[in-house]
């Protein structure tokens, strides 16, 4: 069965560091992975996503991701937190010719000033 | 472009009641999908339609859940009877084909259920 697991319901961090929000994941084919973030009562907006090559990707807002095939991770990054950062964030993986979407439980990332 | 949107935004109904929520993907689109999203979870699919068809829809709760795409474009899905485990928001999401590799979903703003 295909899964994700964000092993962190929440993460805290000051205005100005590195933020990590860690997503692993458990699929039976290559994997492709994205990050989406939600802010209070609207839907999810994407973030970026891995599809194939470079095991870095860049996406919007500053943010970054680096896929490990070894670990089977694919955590999210950003060197400098913002404030306007704080939300939900969910990690999702789909497989080659499968256009299903499984998502991550979430993690709530708090940026304070 | 316009994105997907979806109504009503909030619902709040009594148990045994029936709802429906209504869905336009963004134009051209020809996945479309369904998700409950409760509270402190992340989204679960609940039926998938290409074009008109339906593609996946096996974690749908076909007792009191329906859903349709009559012509390819905006969907409903609808709850009859609703009980309290269904309060929930209700997203909807699109993608420009089945088949895309690398496409990602556009999602709606969601629709909060409150079943009380």
């Known amino acids: 069965a295909q899964s994700v697991a964000q092993p962190e319901d929440q993460v805290n961090v000051a205005e100005g560091n590195p933020l990590t929000v860690k997503c692993t994941y458990s699929v039976s084919g290559n994997p492709y992975l994205f990050w989406y973030v939600q802010y209070p009562n609207r839907g999810l907006q994407f973030l970026l996503k891995?599809?194939?090559?470079?095991?870095l990707v860049k996406g919007s807002y500053g943010f970054e991701a680096e896929f490990n095939k070894s670990q089977t991770s694919f955590h999210l990054k950003k060197p400098s937190a913002l404030v306007s950062d704080s939300a939900l964030y969910f990690c999702?993986?789909?497989?080659?010719?499968?256009?299903?979407?499984?998502f991550g439980s979430g993690t709530k990332l708090n940026v304070k000033p | 472009e316009a994105g997907v949107a979806q109504s009503p935004r909030y619902k709040i109904i009594e148990k045994r009641q029936s709802v429906a929520f209504w869905c336009n993907p963004i134009s051209g689109h020809a996945t479309l999908y369904w998700y409950q999203q409760i509270l402190g979870q992340g989204p679960k699919l609940l039926i998938q339609?290409?074009?008109?068809?339906?593609?996946?829809d096996s974690q749908l709760p076909k007792d009191r859940f329906s859903a349709e795409r009559l012509k390819g474009v905006d969907s409903t899905l609808k709850i009859q009877p609703a009980k309290l485990e269904d309060s929930a928001v209700y997203l909807c999401a699109s993608s420009p084909r089945l088949a895309g590799v690398s496409y990602e979903q556009y999602f709606g703003p969601g629709t909060r259920l409150t079943v009380t």
């Open positions: 339609f290409q074009n008109n068809g339906v593609v996946d």
């Open positions: 891995y599809i194939t090559g470079d095991n």
């Open positions: 999702a993986v789909r497989l080659y010719n499968f256009n299903k979407f499984y």
